[in-house]
T-cell receptor, first 112, second 113 residues
């Protein structure tokens, strides 16, 4: 089955700790994206990558970091510098930037 | 820059009622327009899309027509079911913004039996 997987579904961390969220896709898509969703708000773009070994900041990149070493994988690290990290994080991929994006099931991060 | 404005929710309907969710946009060029749906606790799923003026996207009984003259992409369904309860997002992508998706705030729809 082709798709996007994110793990874990729920994640709890103590304040001050870095945490890495996993995103894997087997759709052979070149483009991958990370979004943050807060209650009652639309999605905000954190980082995106249109090709392996290259990525760009989105609208709210501060306090986050990514890597794109493989086409299938685009992990997101939420660092201790992120002031308000508790949120629902969504990963997406697309064949190319011009067409629709396909979303994973999301990871809900709670920082205690 | 690009922006998407959706009607505010929440919207509560009875089963078999008619649903309309208004969406208007601002874009520099000629964007592609999308409706995504998010069921509770899940990621987003593409519901329908339209890539040029007067195109009509349709799926699962939902329809939306790309209206360039009114910069709108309103979502409609003639007879909703309880299973249509979800959050609906209007979005656009445009060359001027490197084809990144710009989302509306989302509209929560609850359908009661």
């Amino acid at each position: 089955d082709g798709g996007i997987t994110q793990s874990p579904k729920y994640l709890f961390r103590k304040e001050g700790q870095n945490v890495t969220l996993s995103c894997e896709q087997n759709l052979n898509h070149d483009a991958m994206y990370w979004y943050r969703q807060d209650p009652g708000q639309g999605l905000r773009l954190i980082y995106y990558s249109q090709i392996v070994n290259d990525f760009q900041k989105g609208d709210i990149a501060e306090g986050y970091s990514v890597s794109r070493e493989k086409k299938e994988s685009f992990p997101l690290t939420v660092t201790s510098a992120q002031k308000n990290p508790t949120a629902f994080y969504l990963c997406a991929s697309g064949m190319d930037p011009y067409n629709e994006q396909f979303f994973g099931p999301g990871t809900r991060l709670t920082v205690l | 820059g690009n922006s998407v404005t959706q009607m505010e929710g929440p919207v509560t309907l009875s089963e078999e009622a008619f649903l309309t969710i208004n969406c208007t946009y601002t874009a520099t060029g000629y964007p592609s327009l999308f409706w995504y749906v998010q069921y509770p606790g899940e990621g987003l799923q593409l519901l329908l899309k339209a890539t040029k003026a007067d195109d009509k996207g349709s799926n699962k009984g939902f329809e939306a027509t790309y209206r360039k003259e009114t910069t709108s992409f309103h979502l409609e369904k003639g007879s909703v079911q309880v299973s249509d309860s979800a959050v609906y997002f209007c979005a656009l992508s445009d060359r001027s913004n490197d084809y990144k998706l710009s989302f509306g705030a989302g509209t929560t729809v609850t359908v009661r039996a």
